[in-house]
């Protein structure tokens, strides 16, 4: 959990210690992939 002094809309926690943040620091790019709520509930239970 990210602890947060106002309400975000969207946040993200990453770093030095994962392919992601190695992948965003050298693209400068991300993409946010928000299933359907029909592929939520499959995914989620």
């Not at 992601?20 to 239970?45: N, R």
């Amino acid at each position: 959990h990210m602890v947060m002094d106002f309400t975000p809309r969207i946040a993200l926690t990453t770093g030095p210690w994962n392919y992601s943040f190695q992948a965003l620091m050298h693209t400068k790019e991300c993409v946010l992939a928000i299933p359907t709520i029909d592929l939520a509930e499959k995914v989620v239970g």
